[in-house]
């Protein structure tokens, strides 16, 4: 399934509003200011190994809970992809609650379903909140970096405290990697 460009046009413009407005432009993105920026709140959890987190929501109010015993460049993933959950799929009436596996980038069983699309959406602006495109552009022409060369690739996914595999995704995403 592929995100037709103009809602990834919308998401990654939301994300960089978010960011602006929550003072958190800079690197690492400091993620828990956009929490306290949209009134969430964020608790590590004792969860299932294969859980990644969950977002509740009830009466406008949202509680993010991310895996404890994830890696926290993971944990800082899910925060994000929680978010974007509460950003783009929430109306502003509902109550609902949102749990995510270990989230993947790749295609699996689930991605004929309907509820896929809004896995894909919040990769996507989990992406571009911790990742936006200005400040990777930015980042490999400030340092050099060769996006060929492993150590670079480690060295950009550590400059924005994600996973390389994240990172690699990202890349190719926004058109920086052939």
Same mark, same amino acid.
């Given at each position: 399934?592929?995100?037709? $460009?103009?809602? &990834?046009?919308?998401?990654?413009?939301m994300a960089?509003?978010?960011?602006?407005?929550?003072?958190?432009y800079? %690197?690492?993105?400091? @993620? *828990?200011?956009?929490?306290?920026?949209? $009134?969430?709140?964020?608790? /590590?959890?004792? %969860?299932?190994?294969? !859980?990644? #987190?969950?977002l509740?929501?009830?009466? $406008?109010?949202?509680?993010?809970?991310?895996?404890?015993?994830?890696?926290?460049?993971?944990?800082r993933?899910?925060?994000?992809? *929680?978010? #974007?959950h509460y950003? &783009?799929? =929430?109306?502003?009436?509902?109550?609902?609650?949102?749990?995510?596996?270990?989230?993947?980038?790749?295609?699996?069983?689930l991605?004929?379903? +309907?509820?896929? $699309? *809004?896995?894909?959406?919040?990769?996507?602006?989990?992406?571009? %909140?911790?990742?936006?495109?200005?400040?990777?552009? /930015?980042? @490999?022409?400030?340092? #050099?970096?060769? &996006?060929?060369?492993?150590?670079?690739? /480690?060295l &950009?996914?550590?400059?924005f405290? =994600?996973?390389?595999?994240? !990172?690699?995704?990202?890349? #190719?995403?926004? +058109?920086?990697l052939?």
């Amino acid at each position: 399934m592929t995100m037709k $460009k103009q809602r &990834l046009d919308q998401i990654e413009a939301m994300a960089q509003r978010i960011l602006q407005d929550s003072g958190a432009y800079r %690197l690492p993105i400091p @993620i *828990e200011l956009v929490v306290t920026r949209l $009134k969430l709140k964020a608790t /590590a959890s004792n %969860l299932d190994d294969e !859980m990644s #987190g969950l977002l509740v929501v009830e009466s $406008k109010r949202g509680a993010i809970g991310y895996n404890a015993a994830h890696a926290p460049v993971r944990q800082r993933f899910t925060i994000a992809h *929680e978010i #974007g959950h509460y950003m &783009l799929h =929430v109306k502003s009436s509902e109550s609902r609650l949102f749990l995510d596996r270990y989230v993947v980038y790749r295609r699996d069983d689930l991605s004929s379903t +309907g509820n896929d $699309k *809004e896995e894909i959406e919040a990769n996507a602006f989990a992406a571009a %909140l911790l990742m936006p495109a200005q400040l990777v552009r /930015a980042e @490999i022409k400030k340092h #050099g970096l060769d &996006l060929d060369d492993e150590d670079d690739l /480690a060295l &950009l996914a550590k400059r924005f405290n =994600v996973s390389t595999t994240a !990172m690699s995704y990202r890349l #190719g995403n926004v +058109g920086l990697l052939r």
